[in-house]
């Protein structure tokens, strides 16, 4: 396809860049002049213009959007149809998918998960009052504004629901497996229910980080949509509050009559929950073994008269729509394709309680895309001398049409069977009576055949391959499981009717799908090493259950990985059985070690014994200094840590520890026990008399002791009057100096039977 950037189309748009391109369409980044503003224009590929279904397609989609004016919705502002040329002239928007955002957050905050969804619905409410069901809704088509702001994208499968019937594309094509409602992948006819289905299983993947049903093939997921039920959310994110949990297993019922009804019914539980993030509704889930080999626990639905659910309310509890996200620190994904559209968006949550602006807003623009499309669609081509107006050509003869109209450009036609016309007349076309076109325009007609149609032989083809063929011969399509030894797992085992069987346009076709064997075992997959949500997934891609799982220390790099599993991997058991496992805390196993210390030999002294690690304290005791070993006790992780024991401000030693050995190992690096000195504070023993001083000093260890007369009266003789050194929390060496003054009265001692006053005068005189 040849590039168009730096050309102008309809000599107006001016290509600047390509943004992306996509299994149908390319999109282009271009200027519009006239309105002053960038747009992005997605125009089909030249290998799909010969393609009446996709030329279909494509012009569907620009229809499908173009009724629709809703801030969530993307907005159309041009079109053009020409058999060498289609495009659509769409706002431009900046933006991540919310699949790009799932997996940058793992998994979604569950506040902002319903602000998320809550748009989501929005947009859908308004194209199901309009008659439009988008049939494709996954993370891939929905777009994260940098603000915040949710746009649904991509309506190029889906279809107006008049009549139940009326499809866009006639193919039927069902949409991305991992999010199709069961009816989609049985291949019936679709309706709004099934892009309930869609939302609750975005929901399902925001809240959880993984989706409900995953597996190797297409098919087999498919086939899981239909048989299987989901892990409950809680099960995997126990954060998630049960009201939530309930109204997304809600969404997912695989009966439509026990799903929502309609956007707005899930609108207003989702209202209800956020004014009471802890209520629980009146519908409610069981768990139920269904005696399934390979399923996990049934989830049952009960239902319940909502008549008079959706007017009860809570009191508010101060709901905030969403938390506050730098949404500028996205990679910017500006522009989506085809399965990968973009949407617009204005963020409804939060936003002023005035809804005069909003509606006037939307008047507005429904106003601008209405002159829009008539200018497109009317008033341009009516004052052009290259337009026709398209006749009505059904109930008349095919080959009298081809003789009547010459100069139209007539396709091959298609024939369907028909009990309404006869053979040879016309049905249907592709472009409705009146409408004014260009003159070279294709034309297809539907021509009515009473003849019979062969089934094709599918036996052997792949689910999703057997179902397109038959579907391009124009058979519905209806799917059952089949258990089988022989088939590979999703292989077409027979159709009903067989292969070669005529039967009318239009028919039913039924496949009998290969699905494993359920009374075979399964071998356990290696899970150690896995996350816990891995591991559940892997557990459930095989048919097992995920048992008791339950936490243990670890190494900090292990945290939150599969330590060990029970049974062990590539053992065989039976399907449904369950596999035990234990998950790293992340925090190391404590071990505690003891250390025996040489204390030093101070004459039987005491002191305190203070032993930390790490800086913290973790044993303290009175240690007698007699020269033994004194054990401490240390408890702790990892390898890289430091131990150190004081005897009072002493650093007796030090040294490090490593826990992670078997037995742990230690290493005592400094012994500082000989260079021990035993340093004590000094007493106070003021006002003491100088015997009663002595004594209390030299308990203490402190023998070197002097004494100083000094004349006064103020003191009683004998008694003492001031030390040197003071008293304090100072500490000393024991063979320190204390001296002490002693008060001695003005006339000399002479009395030699009073000793104290002897030994006094003594001292005094030395």
């Known amino acids: 396809m040849e590039s168009f950037v730096g050309k102008t189309l309809g000599n107006r748009y001016e290509v600047s860049e390509l943004l992306g391109e996509g299994g149908m369409a390319v999109v282009y980044k271009a200027f519009d002049p006239m309105e002053n503003r960038v747009v992005a224009i997605k125009i089909l590929k030249d290998e799909f213009l010969a393609n ?105 499968i889906a279809r107006f629901s008049r009549g139940e019937t009326t499809t866009i594309t006639e193919n039927g094509a069902i949409g991305s497996v991992h999010y199709i409602s069961p009816e989609q992948a049985r291949g019936e006819l679709t309706d709004a229910q099934a892009d309930i289905y869609s939302v609750g299983v975005v929901l399902y993947e925001m809240i959880t980080g993984r989706l409900p049903f995953e597996s190797e093939s297409a098919v087999s997921v498919a086939l899981m949509q239909v048989q299987s039920e989901p892990v409950r959310p809680r099960d995997i994110n126990p954060m998630i509050p049960i009201g939530l949990e309930q109204i997304t297993l809600h969404a997912m019922q695989k009966d439509k009559a026990n799903r929502y009804q309609t956007a707005s019914e899930m609108l207003l539980d989702l209202d209800e929950f956020k004014r009471n993030p802890s209520m629980k509704f009146d519908y409610g889930f ?73 509606v006037l807003i939307g008047v507005f623009a429904a106003l601008i895309v209405g002159i829009i499309l008539l200018c497109v669609f009317y008033i341009v081509p009516k004052f052009s001398n290259d337009t026709v107006e398209i006749p009505n050509f059904v109930g008349q003869e095919y080959e009298q049409v081809l003789k009547d109209y010459p100069d139209l450009n007539f396709e091959d036609p298609v024939y369907v069977y028909s009990d309404e016309y006869d053979t040879g007349v016309v049905c249907d076309q592709s472009i409705d009576a009146g409408e004014r076109v260009r003159s070279d325009t294709s034309i297809r007609l539907s021509v009515a055949t009473d003849e019979g149609v062969a089934v094709e032989d599918v036996v052997g083809y792949q689910y999703s391959d057997a179902q397109e063929i038959l579907k391009s011969y124009g058979f519905l399509v209806s799917v059952v499981p089949q258990t089988s030894t022989d088939a590979k797992e ?87 059985s369950s596999v035990d496992f234990v998950v790293s805390s992340g925090e190391e196993e404590q071990k505690t070690v003891s250390i025996r210390v040489q204390m030093p030999s101070a004459s039987g002294t005491t002191a305190k014994a203070s032993a930390y690690i790490n800086g913290n304290l973790t044993y303290e005791t009175s240690a007698r200094l007699d020269g033994n070993s004194l054990s401490f006790s240390f408890t702790g992780t990892g390898s890289n840590n430091e131990f150190t024991v004081y005897l009072d401000s002493f650093l007796l030693c030090e040294g490090t520890i490593d826990f992670t050995k078997d037995p742990v190992d230690y290493e005592i690096t400094e012994n500082n026990a000989s260079n021990y000195e035993v340093r004590k504070a000094i007493p106070d023993v003021r006002n003491l008399s100088l015997s009663n001083a002595r004594q209390i000093l030299e308990n203490e260890g402190f023998t070197n002791i002097s004494v100083l007369e000094q004349e006064t009266s103020d003191h009683t003789p004998g008694s003492v009057i001031s030390q040197s050194p003071t008293s304090g929390s100072s500490t000393y060496s024991l063979d320190t100096r204390v001296t002490l003054v002693v008060a001695k009265s003005p006339a000399a001692v002479t009395d030699a039977n009073d000793p104290d006053a002897q030994n006094q005068y003594d001292n005094g005189n030395e």
Not at 65 to 72: F, G, K, M, R, T
């Open 52 to 156: 009446e279904e996709f030329r279909r397609r494509f012009k569907n989609e620009s229809k499908a959007i173009a009724i629709l004016s809703h801030p969530n919705i993307v907005k159309v502002y041009d079109v053009y149809f020409s058999e060498h040329l289609q495009y659509i002239v769409m706002e431009y928007i900046e933006g991540i998918t919310l699949k790009e955002y799932i997996k940058q957050q793992k998994i979604v905050g569950w506040k902002e998960a319903v602000h998320f969804t809550t748009q989501i619905l929005r947009a859908l409410q308004h194209a199901h009052d309009k008659g439009i069901v988008h049939r494709d809704i996954k993370p891939q088509n929905i777009m994260v504004l940098q603000n915040g702001t949710i746009k649904v994208a991509d309506f190029g």
């Open 286 to 358: 069981t768990t139920i073994s269904n005696g399934a080999a390979g399923a996990h626990a049934d989830t049952s639905f009960v239902p319940v008269d909502r008549g008079d659910a959706y007017d009860r309310r809570s009191n508010d509890t101060g709901y905030s729509p969403a938390p506050a996200r730098d949404y500028n620190n996205y990679t910017q994904n500006p522009q989506q394709t085809d399965d990968e559209e973009y949407d617009d968006d204005e963020e409804e949550e939060g936003k002023s309680k005035n809804v005069l602006l909003p």
């Open 490 to 576: 999703g292989e077409v085992i027979r159709t009903d009717p067989a292969a070669n069987t005529v039967v009318q346009y239009g028919s039913t076709i039924t496949l009998y799908v290969a699905s494993v064997d359920a009374s075979a075992p399964v071998a356990v997959p290696k899970i150690t090493g896995k996350t816990e949500q891995e591991a559940r997934r892997l557990l459930e891609e095989a048919g097992l259950l995920a048992g008791n799982v339950s936490q243990a220390p670890g190494s900090d790099q292990d945290k939150g990985l599969v330590l060990s599993q029970t049974p062990e991997a590539d053992q065989e058991i039976a399907r449904g």
